[in-house]
């Protein structure tokens, strides 16, 4: 059954699966929908037209679906869609779409957000992904699965983070940071492959080593950018991640952090 605090506020036209639990002094807005077993521990605000996904746990002092800090909206409606499995720590901000970003925040299934993480309007972030203390994501963001932003990172408008991309502590990431890099400093610079990374994560031998002379191409070697992914497509074959490294790259707006 579910269970709702005496000094929790959950508005009549919410709804709320089984085995949910809204604990003391929780707001709840007439838009939100809470799937099966969502926990909010205290004093969270979820209003907007916000859905949260089964089995995730919101601690406390979290807020969700809120207005945008962005002087651009003007009250449309708009919306945040939350996957299963969160865990969304203390102080977590997450702020719903916006009509000019395509009216919606997204995040996926099974990510960890830290305490005092910041996503703001119109980001779409994987499954899968760690967001480390007080790491703070600008309108527009996308983060792809598997992918870690370190504590107190930030991360610009409209920048990407690749597949399974470790954005280390204390970075600045102004352009896109790519698939299965190390990627550090302010202004953030790629470090090359993570290594350990991958193999913590069970990649083969193969695809490792075919990442690792990508990334030498791109990183080491006296060519630009064009002519280190025509070598890489004349050299390396076969490979999906490498595939999805020079997509990556080919498809960037901003720029790639090389």
């Given at each position: ?10 508005a009549p036209e919410a709804r709320l ?146 597949r399974e991309a470790f954005v280390g ?66 050299e390396i074959s076969g490979c999906e ?18």
């Amino acid at each position: 059954m579910t269970f709702i605090h005496q000094t929790a506020i959950v508005a009549p036209e919410a709804r709320l699966e089984a085995d949910c639990y809204i604990g003391p002094f929780c707001t709840v807005g007439a838009e939100v929908t809470l799937g099966e077993g969502v926990r909010l521990d205290s004093h969270v605000a979820v209003d907007g037209r916000t859905s949260i996904g089964r089995g995730t746990h919101v601690f406390p002092f979290v807020s969700i679906g809120l207005a945008p800090q962005d002087l651009k909206y003007g009250g449309e409606e708009t919306a945040t869609g939350i996957g299963e499995e969160n865990q969304i720590r203390e102080f977590v901000t997450i702020h719903r779409g916006t009509a000019g970003g395509g009216g919606v925040t997204r995040i996926g299934d099974r990510n960890l957000l830290m305490a005092q993480a910041h996503v703001a309007h119109d980001c779409q972030i994987g499954s899968d992904v760690i967001m480390a203390n007080a790491a703070t994501l600008a309108g527009h963001v996308e983060i792809a699965d598997r992918a870690n932003v370190g504590a107190y990172s930030g991360v610009h408008q409209f920048c990407r983070v690749g597949r399974e991309a470790f954005v280390g502590g204390y970075s600045v990431v102004v352009k896109d940071a790519p698939p299965f890099a190390i990627i550090q400093g302010n202004h953030a610079r790629c470090y090359g492959l993570n290594r350990v990374g991958m193999r913590r994560r069970g990649y083969a031998k193969e695809v490792i080593e075919n990442l690792n002379h990508a990334y030498r191409l791109l990183l080491s070697s006296k060519l630009n950018t064009a002519q280190a992914l025509e070598r890489i497509r004349e050299e390396i074959s076969g490979c999906e991640e490498v595939d999805l490294l020079v997509e990556f790259i080919e498809s960037s707006k901003r720029g790639v952090v090389l």
